[in-house]
């Protein structure tokens, strides 16, 4: 099965601040990495599809980037409602993998 | 609008077999390229995917679970069922249906769990 390595595991941050979280695949995913935030008791929402395509309806704020094995989230101005769990999955190979998710907490 | 609810007990016995239904409405899975799929998470714990079935009827689980895991889909209820037998205290955990679309670019077509249910807690505990 494909590993996802997600980092950190949890951040603090400001309002207003930069946020970058990453994802590293164990082999090759080509761009098949979707992001999804979770805030606590809530379902998982879809942000990110294709590692840098975003969902209809997210804030522009949000954006990914990488390919292979090197994915990235950046929230480019954190917001009070973007504290969360943020989690990437990988569609390429069967079993579909999570990453081990990133808190972002309030600073 | 495409919706999702799982439903299902709350509270199991070690050992019992566990029956999730995911009622959904919005889509239909008879249609090309969709998929309805089943996503756990343990108190305070990571997200873990299970099992995913297609419009097609083709299946797949999670290689750790996949002999206790069972999935059916009934399409003229919109219902899609996930069982888990043989029961343990570690599978307490709120379970998700999710659905599943692919989208396509003109050079990729991938697959992401678009909508989700609010999710279904699952106790096991004698």
Redesign the interface.
């Known amino acids: 099965?494909i590993q996802m390595t997600q980092s950190p595991s949890s951040l603090s941050a400001f309002v207003g601040d930069r946020v970058t979280i990453t994802c590293r695949a164990s082999q090759d995913i080509?761009?098949?990495l979707?992001w999804?935030q979770?805030r606590p008791g809530?379902?998982?929402?879809?942000l990110i599809?294709?590692a840098s395509?975003l969902?209809s309806g997210v804030p522009s704020r949000f954006s990914g980037s990488g390919s292979g094995t090197d994915f990235t989230l950046t929230i480019s101005s954190l917001q009070p409602e973007d504290f969360a769990t943020y989690?990437c999955?990988q569609?390429y190979n069967?079993?579909?993998?999570?990453?081990?998710?990133t808190k972002v907490e309030i600073k | 609008q495409i919706t999702l609810k799982e439903s299902g007990p709350t509270l199991v016995k070690p050992t019992q077999t566990l029956t999730l239904t995911c009622t959904f409405s919005g889509f239909s899975l008879t249609s090309s390229a969709v998929g309805v799929?089943w996503?756990r998470q343990p108190p305070g714990k990571?997200?873990?995917?299970l099992a995913?079935i297609y419009w097609n009827d083709d299946k797949?689980y999670?290689?750790?679970l996949e002999s206790r895991l069972t999935l059916t889909k009934d399409t003229s209820r919109n219902q899609v069922v996930l069982t888990m037998t043989n029961m343990d205290p570690e599978d307490t955990a709120t379970y998700?249906c999710?659905h599943r679309l692919t989208?396509f670019?003109t050079t990729?077509a991938?697959?992401?769990?678009?909508h989700?249910?609010?999710?279904a807690l699952v106790t096991v505990s004698s």
Request: glycine fraction near 16%.
């Open positions: 099965a080509r761009n098949d979707g999804y979770q809530k379902a998982p929402k879809l599809y294709a395509s969902q989690y999955l569609g069967r079993p579909l993998t999570f990453g081990g998710g | 799929g996503i990571a997200l873990e995917w995913l797949y999670s290689p750790s998700y999710a989208q670019s990729w991938i697959e992401n769990f678009q989700w249910g609010p999710g």
